[in-house]
């Protein structure tokens, strides 16, 4: 890709600056501000049509490339220069220590003064200019290890290990000596060695790392060893950094009282267990004395740092829409959406709401990776385009919550302040041959913009921060096609919304389904934990399922008692990526209330035809199922079954491992259902329970059965009600 960008805010109001970040191999590019008006047609011949705002913005950029900084680690500053003699103590728990790479734990020092800490081949040294000394015993993954370590004044040193956890046929104890040399600076760096020319760790270390503390003096063998079992002399203590205090930001707090606060820097993980956790709590809050540890990656990536390059401000008087900075030069161009929320003080007949956290859970996922497995559930052939090939060879793009690190563990964060490669119009899909997420989303926002109804446009970051004070200014809010990532905050807004009378069409499919929690110092990060229940690509580690920025328990919000079905009436049924199937009218839609808004409507069956799969019903299905919370009064409209085995039913609702369990054995519950229900108080839930509903609504120009019965739909949640 011959340029990447991404806005420091996607979301700006009219009358707000926008500032946008910019690298590319191209000296100069023209910055033209666009709206965006439509879906992108035909997956066969896509096209996304755009309106242009020179007056607004129309600039050509000079542009250069811009590096990124990528790997964690913490930087712990002293109040005055460290010197001899001088004794560490914390503990480590390794995720690769087999690895051929040096992983430093502790660094002490700068170039030909520092002495570190570090671990190669699973072996544990202590280096530094003078020497090196290792401990005599193999380093096993996932295991807690006490290290304490002594500098005298002489350049001599001595490294004392116990193993803490597991079991071993091995030597639980080490002790060492030998000359390492002395060291000298006013900054221990923990989980790097040193920085390099952009500030990416050097040398980082991949695994857990609890507490450090320092002494002035070479404590006795007899001192270190005690540390290995809690016995720290107050004496000579020059600082005693707690990882666990102030985990909810990225200070570190040194409880010695000695020092300035360390910092945590690039992503690290905090409300991780330490060496202590029992295993009879896993929150955080219940026993935070077992929460001490921060988690380091050498691949951590949540902010690109990049500068900006590109700042403009919006009118006052621009209309809340979708727009985009489009970027050209000769044989080049591209576009970047923005979100452009009304003012407070606006109203409209609908709000559509772009579910901007489920984009970032997908942010630059790599789950092509998991051809094989995916292949399976999918009959066409997998082809990434040009620019995912260009991700999966940028690590430093980062990755999305469906990916894990390169030591396995899980990736819990996404942050949007860096370059999101799926997050732009017109963007196909290979999964599921066409269009998902923000782009499918396109063919909504033209749905509503035909209907002629007056509308605006919301992201989560205005759910987040407005709540119900956002929701109450519209009749309607419209979903878009997979609200599957809400906050706690969010639910609650919408569930005040709709008992005081608001109305919602939920146009998606597998919704309001994971915990997602918000890092109030760093709004643009999204933490996702999972637990280990539901449909997912990893389980949280023993003991962090509850979220750090909310307190939560993560996984799905079905556990949390705030399922979709308690909601909007339908809950996950199943996912797959074979042909999509149609709704098939059921008896409410000929003589319920909701019949109204088929009236005219001849055929059976409606949305057999869509851009997404082929039909109405595909990619993530939900179903009606009143043993999960679904209003026994509501009425169903439509059911779609006939789905191929490649639709097994979500994990969530079996028990037991068992055989034939797709769509072609269980009908019953692998199944889409179109449901309508009225609620007290003049509120009232449609539900189109399918990601494939979208491209359905925009077939053949959007004039077809399906949009009809929608657009009907719509306009009575804006005006009345259908009686009965």
Same mark, same amino acid.
């Given at each position: 890709?011959?340029?990447?960008?991404?806005?420091?805010?996607?979301?700006?109001?009219?009358?707000?600056e926008?500032?946008?970040?910019?690298?590319?191999?191209?000296?100069?590019?023209?910055?033209?501000?666009?709206?965006?008006?439509?879906?992108p047609g035909?997956?066969?011949?896509?096209?996304?049509h755009?309106?242009?705002?020179?007056?607004?913005?129309?600039?050509?950029?000079?542009?250069?490339?811009?590096?990124?900084?990528v790997?964690?680690?913490?930087?712990?500053?002293?109040?005055s220069?460290?010197?001899?003699?001088?004794?560490?103590h914390?503990h480590?728990?390794?995720?690769?220590?087999?690895?051929?790479?040096?992983?430093?734990?502790?660094?002490?020092?700068?170039?030909?003064?520092?002495?570190?800490?570090?671990?190669?081949?699973?072996?544990?040294?202590?280096?530094?200019?003078?020497?090196?000394?290792?401990?005599?015993?193999?380093?096993?993954?996932?295991?807690?290890?006490?290290?304490?370590?002594?500098?005298?004044?002489?350049g001599?040193?001595?490294?004392?290990?116990?193993?803490?956890?597991?079991?071993?046929?091995?030597?639980?104890?080490?002790?060492?000596?030998?000359?390492?040399?002395?060291?000298?600076?006013?900054?221990?760096?923990?989980?790097?060695?040193?920085?390099?020319?952009?500030?990416?760790?050097?040398?980082?270390?991949?695994?857990?790392?609890?507490?450090?503390?320092?002494?002035?003096?070479?404590?006795?063998?007899?001192?270190l060893?005690?540390?290995?079992?809690?016995?720290?002399?107050?004496?000579?203590?020059?600082?005693?950094?707690?990882?666990?205090?102030?985990?909810e930001?990225?200070?570190?707090?040194?409880?010695?009282?000695?020092?300035?606060?360390?910092?945590?820097?690039?992503?690290?993980?905090?409300?991780?267990?330490?060496?202590?956790w029992?295993?009879?709590?896993?929150?955080?809050h219940?026993?935070?004395?077992?929460?001490?540890?921060?988690?380091?990656?050498?691949?951590?990536?949540?902010?690109?740092?990049?500068?900006?390059?590109?700042?403009?401000?919006?009118?006052?008087?621009?209309?809340?829409?979708?727009?985009?900075?489009?970027?050209?030069?000769?044989?080049?161009?591209?576009?970047?959406?923005?979100?452009?929320?009304?003012?407070?003080?606006?109203?409209?007949?609908?709000?559509?709401?772009?579910?901007?956290?489920?984009?970032?859970?997908y942010?630059?996922?790599?789950?092509?990776?998991?051809?094989d497995?995916?292949?399976?559930?999918?009959?066409?052939?997998?082809?990434?385009?040009?620019?995912?090939?260009?991700?999966?060879?940028?690590?430093?793009?980062?990755?999305?919550?469906?990916?894990?690190?390169?030591?396995?563990?899980?990736?819990?964060?996404?942050?949007?302040?860096?370059?999101?490669?799926?997050?732009?119009?017109?963007?196909?899909?290979?999964?599921?041959?066409?269009y998902?997420?923000?782009?499918?989303?396109?063919?909504?926002?033209?749905?509503?913009?035909?209907?002629?109804?007056? &509308?605006?446009?919301? +992201? =989560?970051?205005?759910?987040?921060?407005? @709540? /119900?004070? $956002?929701?109450?200014?519209?009749?309607?809010? *419209?979903?878009?096609s997979?609200?599957?990532?809400?906050?706690?905050?969010?639910?609650?807004?919408?569930?005040?919304?709709?008992?005081?009378?608001?109305?919602?069409?939920?146009?998606?499919?597998?919704?309001?389904?994971?915990?997602?929690?918000?890092?109030?110092?760093?709004?643009?990060?999204?933490?996702?934990r999972?637990?280990?229940?539901?449909?997912?690509?990893?389980?949280?580690?023993?003991?962090?399922?509850?979220?750090?920025?909310?307190?939560?328990?993560?996984?799905?919000?079905?556990?949390?008692?705030?399922?979709?079905?308690?909601?909007?009436?339908?809950?996950?049924?199943?996912?797959?990526?074979?042909?999509?199937?149609?709704?098939?009218?059921?008896?409410?839609?000929?003589?319920?209330?909701?019949?109204?808004? &088929?009236?005219?409507? +001849? =055929?059976?069956?409606?949305?057999?035809? @869509? /851009?997404? $799969?082929?039909?109405?019903?595909?990619?993530? *299905?939900?179903r009606?199922?009143?043993?999960?919370?679904?209003?026994?009064y509501?009425?169903?409209?439509?059911?779609?079954?006939?789905?191929?085995?490649?639709?097994?039913?979500?994990?969530?609702?079996?028990?037991?491992?068992?055989?034939?369990?797709?769509?072609?054995?269980?009908?019953?519950?692998?199944?889409c259902?179109?449901?309508?229900?009225?609620?007290?108080g003049?509120?009232?839930?449609f539900?189109?329970?399918?990601?494939?509903?979208?491209?359905?609504?925009?077939?053949?120009?959007?004039?077809?059965d399906?949009?009809?019965?929608?657009?009907?739909?719509?306009?009575?949640?804006?005006?009345?009600?259908?009686?009965?």
């Amino acid at each position: 890709m011959k340029a990447l960008a991404y806005f420091e805010e996607w979301s700006r109001r009219p009358g707000q600056e926008v500032r946008m970040a910019i690298s590319s191999e191209l000296p100069e590019l023209k910055a033209t501000f666009v709206q965006l008006l439509s879906g992108p047609g035909d997956p066969k011949a896509p096209m996304t049509h755009t309106k242009e705002l020179p007056e607004v913005l129309s600039t050509v950029v000079s542009t250069r490339f811009q590096p990124t900084r990528v790997g964690s680690h913490a930087e712990l500053p002293l109040v005055s220069a460290l010197t001899v003699p001088l004794t560490a103590h914390l503990h480590f728990w390794s995720t690769v220590p087999s690895s051929t790479n040096s992983q430093v734990v502790l660094s002490l020092g700068e170039g030909s003064h520092q002495v570190r800490l570090e671990l190669q081949d699973g072996k544990l040294r202590l280096a530094g200019p003078a020497g090196v000394i290792e401990a005599a015993m193999d380093v096993r993954a996932q295991t807690w290890y006490s290290v304490s370590l002594a500098l005298d004044e002489d350049g001599s040193g001595r490294l004392d290990v116990a193993r803490h956890s597991g079991l071993s046929n091995g030597n639980q104890h080490s002790r060492e000596t030998g000359a390492v040399g002395v060291p000298e600076t006013r900054l221990v760096r923990v989980a790097c060695a040193d920085l390099d020319e952009i500030g990416s760790p050097r040398h980082a270390f991949n695994g857990k790392i609890e507490g450090v503390s320092l002494w002035q003096v070479s404590l006795d063998d007899a001192s270190l060893k005690g540390l290995h079992s809690g016995v720290v002399p107050a004496a000579g203590l020059i600082g005693d950094w707690d990882f666990g205090r102030k985990m909810e930001s990225q200070a570190i707090v040194d409880i010695s009282d000695h020092n300035p606060e360390g910092r945590v820097i690039g992503g690290a993980e905090r409300a991780v267990t330490g060496h202590t956790w029992s295993g009879m709590s896993d929150d955080y809050h219940v026993v935070p004395e077992q929460y001490t540890a921060i988690q380091f990656h050498e691949d951590d990536m949540i902010d690109s740092g990049w500068e900006y390059d590109l700042s403009f401000t919006l009118p006052n008087d621009l209309p809340s829409g979708l727009y985009g900075v489009r970027l050209e030069a000769p044989g080049f161009e591209d576009c970047y959406p923005l979100f452009v929320p009304a003012p407070p003080d606006q109203k409209a007949d609908i709000l559509f709401l772009f579910s901007t956290h489920t984009y970032l859970a997908y942010a630059n996922d790599r789950l092509a990776a998991m051809e094989d497995v995916l292949a399976q559930v999918m009959p066409h052939e997998l082809v990434l385009p040009a620019d995912e090939k260009y991700l999966h060879e940028h690590e430093e793009l980062g990755r999305s919550c469906y990916d894990t690190h390169s030591d396995g563990t899980p990736i819990r964060y996404s942050s949007r302040r860096r370059p999101i490669i799926n997050v732009r119009p017109g963007f196909p899909n290979w999964l599921a041959g066409s269009y998902r997420h923000f782009p499918a989303d396109l063919y909504t926002m033209e749905w509503i913009a035909r209907s002629g109804l007056s &509308f605006h446009i919301a +992201t =989560d970051d205005e759910v987040e921060t407005d @709540g /119900h004070a $956002l929701f109450k200014r519209y009749k309607t809010i *419209v979903t878009s096609s997979h609200p599957e990532y809400w906050t706690l905050k969010g639910l609650d807004a919408l569930q005040e919304y709709l008992t005081h009378g608001g109305r919602i069409m939920y146009l998606g499919g597998n919704g309001f389904y994971w915990v997602t929690s918000i890092d109030p110092e760093r709004p643009w990060l999204i933490e996702v934990r999972r637990d280990n229940s539901g449909t997912r690509c990893w389980n949280a580690p023993p003991g962090e399922r509850t979220h750090l920025y909310d307190g939560v328990p993560g996984g799905l919000w079905r556990w949390r008692g705030r399922g979709p079905n308690t909601l909007l009436g339908v809950g996950f049924a199943s996912e797959g990526w074979n042909v999509a199937q149609p709704f098939s009218r059921q008896p409410a839609s000929y003589s319920g209330a909701a019949s109204v808004w &088929f009236e005219g409507i +001849t =055929d059976e069956v409606i949305g057999d035809k @869509g /851009h997404i $799969l082929g039909g109405v019903a595909g990619d993530e *299905v939900d179903r009606f199922d009143v043993a999960l919370g679904s209003p026994e009064y509501a009425e169903i409209l439509c059911t779609a079954t006939g789905f191929a085995n490649e639709y097994q039913l979500v994990i969530e609702d079996q028990l037991l491992a068992m055989p034939n369990q797709g769509g072609v054995d269980r009908e019953d519950v692998v199944r889409c259902d179109m449901v309508y229900f009225p609620i007290e108080g003049g509120g009232a839930v449609f539900s189109g329970s399918s990601i494939a509903y979208c491209g359905a609504l925009a077939w053949n120009d959007f004039d077809n059965d399906l949009a009809t019965v929608t657009t009907r739909a719509l306009r009575s949640f804006c005006t009345s009600l259908p009686e009965g």
